[in-house]
Nanobody
Framework: EVQLVESGGGLVQPGGSLRLSCAASGYTFSHYGMTWVRQAPGKGPEWVSGISLNGNTIQYADSVRGRFTISRDDAKNTVYLQMNSLEPEATAIYYC??????????????WGQGTQVTVST
């Protein structure tokens, strides 16, 4: 069974950094791209970033480009999202999903359980 477990969220001050992790199991991780999405309180889901199965293609939402970095470590079956220069607008639950998505949101049943990121003073 495919399992995706996000971690690394928490409370951070504006301008701070967090690194999110998504540990995958139940499938051959290296055969799939991975995607990060987020959902802010009271808002719909938003595509954040995607990385291709070989890591050669990476895309970011305009709102995070230059501040977020997606990466993957196939030896650890893990995809990461390094988030720097965080702003309050980044407050959301962050989810990973199997597959490469570009400026679109995966089906909810393809997400993990999510990890909460709160950017606040």
């Amino acid at each position: 069974e495919v399992q995706l477990v996000e971690s690394g969220g928490g409370l951070v001050q504006p301008g701070g950094s967090l690194r999110l992790s998504c540990a995958a199991s139940g499938y051959t991780f290296s055969h799939y791209g991975m995607t990060w999405v987020r959902q802010a309180p009271g808002k719909g889901p938003e595509w954040v970033s995607g990385i291709s199965l070989n890591g050669n293609t990476i895309q970011y939402a305009d709102s995070v480009r230059g501040r977020f970095t997606i990466s993957r470590d196939d030896a650890k079956n893990t995809v990461y999202l390094q988030m720097n220069s965080l702003e309050p607008e980044a407050t959301a639950i962050y989810y990973c999903a199997r597959g490469y998505y570009y400026r679109t949101v995966p089906r909810r049943d393809e997400w993990g359980q999510g990890t909460q990121v709160t950017v606040s003073t």
